[in-house]
């Protein structure tokens, strides 16, 4: 892979929802440890510190972005509905280069995080690799991507 993750947008409200409901679980978590740690009189030393809500919510969102946004599971639970693109789609390609005149076979494979993505698109001649993307959901019978 010759390409470079890149940020995408997509419009769905979940992409700052989700940050809140991180918050809150990070916030809970952190009181949870602390409440743990008085009841068993235990302390940890000066040098490791308790996590703090940062700590806990940067190691959470670092799971969720790579991995657990994926559950269906958690995706019902935190109302998820931005798309799972990523996969290898096969095709074929007609352009207007040519007045439509040519079918070009298409390969095209897409990997993404919940933060980032990169489109890989491969002919017999030529490949290129996305530089930036949008999905949008909304107001679309089925999530639509352009990216360049």
Known sequence: MKGKFHSYSCDTKDRYAVHIYLIIISIGLTFIIQLILNTLDREIPWWLGVPGI??????????????????????????????????VYCGILR??????????????????????????????????????????????PIPTISYL
């Not at 698109?121 to 107001?139: M, P």
Request: hydrophobic share 40%; glycine share 6%; charged share 20%.
């Open 95 to 140: 352009s207007s280069h040519d007045k439509f005149g040519s079918d070009k076979k298409i390969d095209i494979e897409i990997w993404q995080s919940w933060g980032k993505i990169l489109i890989s698109l491969k002919t017999e001649s030529s490949q290129s690799f996305s530089h930036t993307c949008s999905i949008a959901v909304e107001d679309h």
């Open 54 to 87: 940062f700590g806990i919510y940067g190691s959470i969102y670092y799971f969720f972005a790579n991995f657990l946004w994926k559950c269906s599971f958690l995706r019902v639970i935190f109302f998820i509905k931005t798309p799972i693109v990523a996969g």
